[in-house]
């Protein structure tokens, strides 16, 4: 029988650097334009949900409970 457990994974998020928002250049003005991230919706993290799967240790005469 196969155990998995859902875990979690928080990145920091590559677009914003953690930040939440982005300086995005304007062709037409001479000012960046600031905006909310849109990859991490100003989180400035980003989740992860996976599965860990312990079937490969359960034939090595261990047992999760």
Same mark, same amino acid.
């Given at each position: 029988?196969?155990?998995?457990?859902? @875990?979690?994974? @928080?990145? $920091?998020c590559?677009?914003?650097? /953690?930040? /939440?928002? @982005?300086? @995005?250049?304007? $062709?037409?003005?001479?000012? *960046?334009?600031?905006?909310?991230?849109? !990859?991490?919706e100003?989180? /400035? =993290? $980003?989740?992860?949900? /996976? !599965? =860990? *799967?312990?079937? !490969?240790?359960?034939? =090595?005469?261990?047992?999760?409970?």
């Amino acid at each position: 029988m196969a155990s998995s457990k859902r @875990v979690k994974r @928080v990145y $920091i998020c590559p677009t914003c650097k /953690g930040n /939440g928002y @982005v300086k @995005v250049a304007c $062709i037409y003005d001479k000012e *960046d334009m600031v905006h909310q991230c849109w !990859d991490c919706e100003s989180q /400035g =993290e $980003i989740y992860d949900y /996976g !599965d =860990e *799967d312990f079937s !490969d240790l359960e034939g =090595e005469g261990m047992s999760i409970h």
